[in-house]
């Protein structure tokens, strides 16, 4: 039997998207945003159907996010977003995820170790969760069919560990409220009369708390004997290994279980220990874009262990919410390539001809092209390159190691730059105007040549740096005019890349991202950045520095072949960077930024697997600077507030300064260096960019007299918290001549 | 004083006896008609039929009357484009009676009439819509409705016409909240002439309105008196309204002339005296300088 977990829901042009902005402009009314909303429903309905899945997951639609939409099911609202009696119930519901005038809107954190953001569920003193149907009255379902649907939730355990508790509440004191809210909804759904229901609890994949294990066994035990007999609970986990967490699944009767076998193949040897009656099986990734490898698919499922069981469904790992909708719409992309994917709409086809394969074994055309795909990838010579193999194979100890260690390097470009004692400089973007962005698309539509662009880019170069040097900036950078985005402008220069026309995936609400594909091995066909830097530094006599994005980013950011491990995608990504970083420095550029902004999302779910993980990424950071002298100074830059737990390996990066973000938590962050004893220069953010406000002189001074008392004065950078590229420029020169002014007040005091 | 007359598609598609019916009310100048709109396919042709026939034989804008109830947003484009065709300008939008009084949007359909009013006006249409003296059949009550008249004001329609109504009072209430609220309507009472005793309680009924013991026992039965008493009655009303400020009215016609007529020409000979013309506004100033 074949089944989905869910399907990705912004329509397949991202229809939902464009309508939602235009209701929030008042453009369209709610009438027409839900009859988009119904025919985006409708569409994914009918491509299972036609796909012939046997148990298709309905309510898998969220207008935002599904753990907002349990938030107000379950009337956990904060309680800051006072009801607005009159309003309709879809605008509150807007007005929880996008904020309100001074209200601000709730938290939106990553969903696990994905790219999609869900909002956080706020657990107050005054929480009083209660089933609330009024998002109901929105809920937007395929006409019932008993028997084919099953109704998608995600579960009570997985909302309350991903939850956070306001000041001084334990959120654990509402748990038994929350299993009373949930079972009336549960109810609430039996009473429309479905009768399979999916609750999702991917929270089993990582590590539990007690007091999580203890919820489960609180809620589960009871729950069925709560509910009609008739209803059948499919209890589904995904994005990890249910190892520790099997006894719980155990102690309750489920109708299945469902365990992703994909993310991490040693979950299956949780099968055996699974009591329910029937299983399922995640066995396609519901994560990449890959066409399956039919073969290896069928030997894998054959050989599992599932005698046991009365019915095993095969299904995605995860929901497909993560890929895009279907490989129809990709027109740019060639024939060959085009086979080898597999979006949304071709997994599920992928999945029925599992299922009727296993129970007639007869060899349809669908399936001896799938086969000819795989076989064609595997010989393809765009994705083996003898050359990068030869490359990676041979490389030593040495590839990764600086000549000499931070203290020895510190004092060669301390002599080399002589730069004044708290340094400043920016992340690296500078604000990206209208015009630039008219040029880029100019030269897309071929309405301007190569060179006109190329033209108008230098003038924005050079304007950027006139303004630098005014505001009296110690090292300047180019400003990255000519980037459309971090990780697209190097995939677009790099070979074993390609790029969708509609491949976009949810990234939050309505916010959608287009990941690039690396379907080969890559390499560097010639300088990507070198001429524009170089460009840039002829224009100054104060310090260029090149701007280069890190291998692991350009790995979390894209969609990763599945023919070899992410380790050995990333090292080739590190070999083509590490090939720039040598070019820059070759044409007089010495100070080299590589930015690892994705650096902790890659962090595996289970706390087990971070050693592994980190070794290599910090490994290909190395790999891809160490190549230069010690008098040329390497920095990265780290976007993310969390360091106390990976503060070791950012050491181990070894780059000679870093920037982070830090002004939001008044340089609290600094702490986990302090503590570490960090050695190497830090840069920590005074200006939190993602608000337009312009902060003052003196408060910049109070966050640089702090950050004096956490890190050495000669390691002290003063930087801004993140890239300018989102902000104005009025501001960004306001703000950097306060930082540069304070800067130069805390230098006064120092000499005198 | 500005007039409008309400038509009907008739069931036998005389249109033509309708036009004879229009031509004898013309010459009062009405400012606007209507045509209604019944539900599927078949009564949309007719009404159709009827708006066609009836511009052919006036200037003046032709109205259709449009509901949302049963449709989706598709069929209400399939209707927008025929509109469209008939240069019609004018819609008077009204959601339109549910079975069981339990208003279901259909799927793909308008969730409320405010929504259907916003897209009609975004179409290009100048958008009428209803208002009630008298709460609604599935109405929550007064101040619900004052509060949907209001959104579907903000929604963009221009003016509001009355359900009928005899217990004139009521009439206060509407005009006085109108203005409290600041809701930038042009409100068109809706004027009933029946001879028939029986047919306005029927239609009284239909609508979930009362009628007063002082309405029913001004009819005997005899059909002489009962034009007589039912003329009177419209005139009175109008005269109330008049004096509430609002000088807009709509005539449902009922697809008859002759008692339209025979009031009609009683105000127009009476019109000599020119009367002051008030608007909701002013209304309720002079009625707070009264109070004070």
């Given at each position: 039997?074949s089944?989905?977990?869910?399907?990705?829901?912004?329509?397949?042009?991202?229809?939902?998207?464009?309508?939602?902005?235009k209701?929030?402009?008042?453009e369209?009314?709610?009438?027409?945003?839900?009859?988009?909303?119904t025919?985006?429903?409708d569409d994914?309905?009918?491509?299972?159907?036609?796909?012939?899945?046997?148990?298709?997951p309905?309510?898998?639609?969220?207008?935002?996010?599904?753990?907002?939409d349990?938030c107000?099911?379950?009337?956990?609202?904060p309680?800051?977003?006072?009801k607005?009696?009159?309003?309709?119930?879809?605008?509150?519901?807007?007005?929880?995820?996008?904020?309100?005038?001074?209200?601000?809107?709730?938290?939106?954190?990553?969903?696990?170790?994905?790219?999609?953001?869900?909002?956080?569920?706020?657990?107050?003193?005054?929480s009083?969760?209660?089933?609330?149907?009024?998002?109901?009255?929105?809920?937007?379902?395929p006409?019932?069919?008993?028997?084919k649907?099953?109704?998608?939730?995600?579960?009570?355990?997985?909302?309350?560990?991903?939850?956070?508790?306001?000041?001084?509440?334990?959120?654990?004191?509402?748990?038994?409220?929350?299993?009373?809210?949930?079972?009336?909804?549960l109810?609430?759904?039996?009473?429309?009369?479905?009768e399979n229901?999916?609750?999702?609890?991917p929270?089993?994949?990582?590590?539990?708390?007690?007091?999580?294990?203890g919820f489960?066994?609180t809620?589960?035990?009871e729950?069925?004997?709560?509910?009609?007999?008739?209803?059948?609970?499919?209890?589904v986990?995904?994005?990890?290994?249910?190892?520790?967490?099997?006894?719980?699944?155990?102690?309750?009767?489920?109708?299945?279980?469902?365990?992703?076998?994909?993310?991490?193949?040693?979950?299956?040897e949780?099968?055996?220990?699974?009591?329910?009656?029937?299983i399922?099986?995640?066995?396609?990734?519901?994560?990449?874009?890959?066409?399956?490898n039919?073969?290896?698919?069928?030997?894998?499922?054959?050989?599992l262990?599932?005698e046991?069981?009365?019915?095993v469904?095969?299904?995605?790992?995860?929901?497909?919410?993560h890929l895009?909708?279907?490989?129809?719409?990709?027109?740019?992309?060639?024939?060959?390539?085009?086979?080898?994917?597999?979006?949304?709409?071709?997994k599920?086809?992928?999945?029925?001809?599992?299922?009727?394969y296993?129970?007639?074994?007869s060899?349809?055309?669908?399936?001896?092209?799938?086969?000819?795909?795989?076989?064609?990838?595997?010989?393809?010579n765009r994705?083996?390159k003898a050359?990068?193999?030869?490359?990676?194979?041979?490389?030593?100890?040495?590839?990764?190691?600086?000549?000499?260690v931070?203290?020895?390097?510190?004092?060669?470009?301390k002599?080399?730059?002589?730069?004044?004692?708290?340094?400043?400089?920016?992340?690296?973007s500078?604000?990206q105007?209208?015009d630039?962005?008219k040029?880029?698309?100019?030269?897309t539509?071929?309405?301007?040549?190569q060179q006109?662009?190329?033209?108008?880019?230098?003038?924005?170069?050079?304007?950027?740096?006139?303004?630098?040097?005014?505001l009296?900036?110690?090292?300047?950078?180019?400003?990255e005019?000519?980037r459309n985005?971090?990780?697209?402008?190097?995939?677009?220069?790099?070979?074993?890349?390609?790029?969708?026309?509609?491949?976009?995936?949810?990234?939050?609400?309505?916010?959608?991202?287009?990941?690039?594909?690396?379907?080969?091995?890559?390499?560097?066909p010639e300088?990507?950045?070198?001429?524009?830097?170089?460009?840039?530094?002829?224009?100054?006599?104060?310090?260029?520095?090149?701007?280069?994005?890190?291998?692991?980013?350009i790995l979390?950011?894209?969609?990763?072949?599945?023919?070899?491990?992410?380790?050995?995608?990333?090292?080739?990504?590190?070999?083509?960077?590490?090939?720039?970083?040598?070019?820059l420095?070759?044409?007089?550029?010495?100070?080299?930024?590589?930015?690892?902004?994705?650096?902790?999302?890659?962090?595996?779910?289970?706390?087990?697997?971070?050693?592994?993980?980190?070794?290599?990424?910090?490994d290909t950071?190395?790999?891809?600077?160490?190549c230069?002298?010690?008098?040329?100074?390497?920095?990265s830059h780290?976007?993310y507030?969390?360091?106390?737990?990976?503060?070791?390996?950012?050491a181990?990066?070894?780059?000679?300064?870093?920037?982070?973000?830090c002004?939001?938590?008044?340089?609290e962050?600094?702490?986990?260096f302090?503590?570490?004893?960090?050695?190497?220069?830090?840069?920590?953010?005074?200006?939190?960019?993602?608000?337009?406000?312009?902060?003052?002189?003196?408060?910049?001074?109070?966050?640089?007299?702090?950050?004096?008392?956490?890190v050495?004065?000669?390691?002290?950078?003063?930087?801004p918290?993140?890239?300018?590229?989102?902000?104005?420029?009025?501001?960004?020169k306001?703000t950097?001549?306060?930082?540069?002014?304070?800067?130069k007040?805390?230098?006064e005091?120092?000499?005198s | 004083?500005?007039?409008s007359?309400?038509?009907?598609?008739?069931?036998?598609?005389?249109?033509?006896?309708?036009?004879?019916?229009f031509?004898?009310?013309?010459?009062?100048k009405?400012?606007?008609?209507?045509?209604?709109?019944?539900?599927g396919?078949?009564?949309?042709?007719?009404?159709l039929g009827?708006?066609?026939?009836?511009?052919?034989?006036?200037?003046?804008d032709?109205?259709?009357h449009?509901?949302?109830?049963?449709?989706?947003?598709?069929?209400?484009?399939?209707?927008?484009q025929?509109?469209?065709?008939?240069?019609?300008?004018?819609?008077?939008?009204?959601r339109g009676?549910?079975?069981?009084?339990?208003?279901?949007?259909?799927?793909?359909?308008?969730?409320?009439?405010?929504?259907?009013?916003?897209?009609?006006?975004?179409n290009?249409f100048e958008?009428?819509?209803?208002?009630?003296?008298?709460?609604?059949p599935?109405?929550?009550?007064?101040?619900?409705?004052l509060?949907?008249l209001?959104?579907?004001?903000?929604?963009?329609?221009s003016r509001?016409?009355?359900?009928?109504?005899?217990?004139?009072?009521?009439?206060?209430?509407?005009?006085?909240?109108?203005?409290?609220?600041?809701?930038?309507?042009?409100?068109?009472?809706?004027?009933m002439?029946?001879?028939?005793?029986?047919?306005?309680l029927?239609?009284?009924?239909?609508?979930?309105?009362?009628?007063?013991?002082?309405?029913t026992?001004?009819?005997?039965?005899?059909?002489?008196?009962?034009v007589?008493?039912a003329?009177?009655?419209?005139?009175e009303?109008?005269?109330y309204l008049?004096n509430?400020g609002?000088?807009?009215?709509?005539?449902?016609?009922?697809?008859?002339?002759?008692?339209?007529?025979?009031i009609?020409?009683?105000?127009?000979?009476?019109?000599?005296?020119e009367?002051?013309?008030?608007?909701?506004?002013?209304?309720?100033?002079?009625?707070?300088?009264?109070?004070?």
């Amino acid at each position: 039997m074949s089944t989905n977990l869910g399907m990705p829901r912004v329509g397949r042009k991202r229809e939902l998207k464009f309508a939602t902005e235009k209701y929030w402009r008042q453009e369209i009314t709610a009438s027409e945003l839900l009859a988009t909303a119904t025919d985006v429903v409708d569409d994914i309905y009918k491509q299972q159907v036609n796909a012939g899945i046997d148990l298709i997951p309905v309510n898998d639609f969220s207008f935002y996010d599904r753990v907002l939409d349990l938030c107000c099911l379950l009337g956990m609202t904060p309680k800051r977003f006072q009801k607005n009696v009159q309003s309709f119930y879809l605008d509150e519901y807007f007005r929880l995820a996008r904020g309100d005038g001074d209200i601000a809107a709730m938290e939106m954190t990553k969903w696990f170790d994905t790219n999609y953001h869900y909002l956080v569920p706020e657990v107050e003193a005054t929480s009083n969760p209660a089933f609330s149907n009024q998002l109901f009255a929105q809920q937007i379902l395929p006409e019932l069919d008993t028997e084919k649907q099953k109704f998608c939730l995600i579960g009570p355990v997985t909302f309350l560990a991903l939850a956070k508790g306001a000041d001084a509440v334990d959120k654990y004191a509402i748990q038994n409220k929350l299993s009373k809210a949930y079972l009336d909804l549960l109810k609430h759904i039996e009473g429309l009369g479905y009768e399979n229901i999916q609750i999702e609890e991917p929270i089993l994949g990582s590590d539990l708390s007690l007091k999580d294990k203890g919820f489960f066994s609180t809620f589960y035990s009871e729950l069925t004997e709560n509910l009609k007999a008739n209803t059948k609970i499919h209890l589904v986990t995904y994005f990890g290994n249910v190892e520790g967490n099997i006894d719980l699944i155990s102690s309750t009767s489920f109708e299945s279980v469902h365990l992703d076998i994909i993310t991490d193949e040693s979950n299956i040897e949780n099968i055996k220990s699974i009591t329910s009656k029937n299983i399922s099986l995640g066995i396609i990734s519901g994560r990449n874009i890959w066409r399956l490898n039919w073969e290896k698919t069928i030997e894998g499922i054959v050989s599992l262990p599932v005698e046991n069981f009365e019915t095993v469904y095969l299904g995605p790992s995860t929901s497909l919410q993560h890929l895009p909708y279907s490989i129809e719409l990709e027109k740019k992309i060639d024939d060959e390539l085009l086979s080898w994917l597999a979006f949304a709409k071709e997994k599920i086809k992928e999945l029925s001809l599992l299922a009727n394969y296993l129970s007639n074994e007869s060899l349809n055309d669908e399936i001896k092209i799938i086969k000819e795909a795989n076989q064609t990838r595997q010989s393809s010579n765009r994705v083996t390159k003898a050359d990068v193999r030869e490359r990676m194979s041979g490389l030593t100890d040495k590839d990764f190691e600086r000549n000499n260690v931070f203290s020895i390097r510190q004092d060669a470009q301390k002599k080399k730059f002589n730069f004044p004692i708290l340094p400043t400089t920016t992340i690296g973007s500078f604000p990206q105007t209208t015009d630039i962005r008219k040029a880029r698309a100019n030269l897309t539509k071929g309405e301007i040549s190569q060179q006109e662009y190329e033209s108008f880019m230098q003038e924005s170069i050079v304007e950027c740096i006139k303004i630098q040097e005014d505001l009296d900036l110690d090292v300047l950078v180019h400003g990255e005019p000519e980037r459309n985005d971090m990780v697209q402008y190097f995939g677009e220069l790099l070979s074993g890349f390609a790029f969708t026309s509609f491949g976009w995936v949810q990234s939050y609400g309505t916010r959608c991202v287009k990941p690039p594909i690396i379907y080969g091995d890559v390499e560097r066909p010639e300088a990507m950045t070198v001429k524009w830097s170089q460009f840039a530094q002829q224009n100054t006599k104060k310090v260029m520095k090149g701007m280069l994005t890190g291998p692991v980013t350009i790995l979390q950011w894209s969609f990763v072949r599945d023919d070899q491990p992410r380790k050995d995608t990333c090292y080739q990504i590190a070999l083509a960077i590490r090939d720039e970083v040598k070019d820059l420095e070759d044409a007089g550029i010495h100070v080299i930024q590589v930015d690892e902004a994705a650096f902790r999302e890659g962090l595996p779910v289970r706390r087990a697997q971070w050693n592994e993980y980190l070794k290599w990424a910090v490994d290909t950071f190395r790999l891809t600077t160490a190549c230069v002298e010690d008098s040329t100074q390497i920095h990265s830059h780290m976007c993310y507030s969390e360091f106390n737990d990976v503060i070791e390996d950012i050491a181990a990066m070894d780059a000679d300064v870093i920037s982070i973000e830090c002004s939001r938590s008044n340089m609290e962050l600094l702490k986990a260096f302090k503590d570490f004893d960090y050695p190497n220069e830090i840069g920590p953010g005074v200006w939190d960019i993602h608000s337009p406000r312009v902060p003052s002189q003196g408060e910049i001074e109070n966050l640089i007299e702090k950050a004096k008392n956490s890190v050495k004065l000669e390691n002290l950078w003063i930087n801004p918290d993140c890239g300018l590229k989102t902000r104005g420029w009025p501001e960004v020169k306001n703000t950097i001549e306060h930082m540069v002014s304070a800067t130069k007040k805390v230098r006064e005091q120092l000499s005198s | 004083m500005r007039i409008s007359y309400e038509f009907f598609p008739p069931a036998d598609l005389d249109f033509k006896r309708v036009t004879r019916h229009f031509n004898k009310l013309r010459s009062f100048k009405p400012s606007f008609l209507s045509v209604t709109f019944g539900a599927g396919g078949s009564s949309e042709n007719k009404s159709l039929g009827l708006l066609k026939e009836l511009q052919a034989h006036t200037d003046v804008d032709v109205a259709t009357h449009l509901t949302l109830v049963g449709k989706s947003i598709d069929d209400i484009d399939a209707i927008i484009q025929k509109l469209k065709i008939l240069n019609v300008k004018t819609v008077v939008a009204i959601r339109g009676d549910s079975p069981n009084n339990l208003f279901v949007p259909v799927k793909k359909g308008f969730i409320n009439t405010s929504d259907f009013v916003a897209y009609l006006k975004r179409n290009g249409f100048e958008v009428c819509v209803s208002a009630y003296p008298e709460p609604h059949p599935e109405s929550e009550g007064f101040e619900f409705d004052l509060q949907l008249l209001q959104n579907k004001v903000e929604a963009g329609a221009s003016r509001a016409i009355t359900q009928f109504c005899f217990d004139l009072p009521k009439f206060d209430r509407l005009v006085e909240s109108i203005a409290k609220k600041n809701i930038n309507v042009k409100l068109i009472p809706g004027i009933m002439p029946v001879t028939s005793i029986k047919n306005i309680l029927r239609m009284a009924d239909r609508c979930g309105i009362g009628i007063s013991k002082s309405v029913t026992k001004r009819f005997n039965g005899n059909l002489s008196d009962d034009v007589k008493a039912a003329k009177e009655l419209c005139l009175e009303q109008i005269e109330y309204l008049q004096n509430l400020g609002l000088d807009d009215f709509h005539f449902y016609t009922l697809n008859r002339s002759d008692l339209t007529y025979s009031i009609l020409k009683e105000i127009k000979a009476n019109e000599i005296h020119e009367h002051k013309s008030w608007n909701a506004k002013s209304w309720q100033e002079e009625r707070i300088k009264i109070r004070n």
